[in-house]
């Protein structure tokens, strides 16, 4: 099973607040590309793929949009507005989630009160994360079986990243550039479609 697990900082959890962010402020709109990029394939989806997006402007709790490829139907579309229009409705049937309370929204769609801290902190297996200074991924032998932690816009504190090291996450590089979410993605996909070849 493939795992990514995004960080959003600037995303509101407000539905309204998170349509209004799209191109100003938050830039909500490169969720969509992380979307597509990790879950659409020509003529289909991964099914073999699990995407947890954790979205941190909120006044209570963080809110976590868990999307399992293993069980998706079909979405209205999957363009960008159609998506960030998806996202709005998953919010609102969260809104008035409590600390740790789920409620499903459709097959293969989840919606958490969590925080990024306490799902990294839960989670049993191995972790990795991005870091243009870690080990060159292509030069790694095995990739499958991990969760790739990323963020968006806003870089990653110093403390989470040694938060993270000290749950045993080994940092890897897609190259000397600095990337979109969405791009790393698309690479991280294309590092394990050739491994599993």
Not at 56 to 82: C, F, H, P, T, V
Not at 89 to 94: F, M, N, Q, R, T
Not at 122 to 141: F, T, V, W
Not at 167 to 175: H, I
Request: aromatic share 8%; with cysteine; glycine share 8%.
């Amino acid at each position: 099973m493939r795992q990514f697990l995004i960080r959003a900082k600037g995303a509101p959890v407000d539905p309204k607040k998170f349509l209004a962010s799209t191109g100003v402020n938050g830039h909500v709109e490169y969720l969509a590309n992380v979307v597509q990029q990790t879950l659409l394939i020509s003529q289909g989806h991964r099914a073999d793929t699990q995407l947890t997006l954790v979205l941190e402007k909120s006044d209570n709790y963080s809110r976590a949009i868990e999307i399992d490829g293993a069980s998706l139907g079909s979405l209205s579309g999957w363009q960008e507005a159609n998506i960030l229009e998806f996202f709005a409705e998953v919010l609102a049937c969260g809104k008035y989630l409590k600390k740790d309370e789920m409620v499903p929204f459709i097959g293969g769609v989840n919606i958490r009160a969590t925080s990024f801290e306490r799902l990294v902190r839960n989670y049993s297996g191995k972790i990795a994360m991005l870091d243009p200074k870690g080990s060159d991924i292509r030069l790694e032998p095995r990739l499958e079986d991990l969760l790739f932690i990323m963020t968006d816009h806003i870089p990653m504190e110093r403390n989470t990243r040694k938060y993270l090291q000290r749950l045993g996450a080994r940092s890897f590089s897609l190259g000397p550039v600095i990337l979109h979410s969405s791009q790393c993605v698309a690479l991280v996909h294309n590092e394990l479609d050739r491994q599993s070849n």
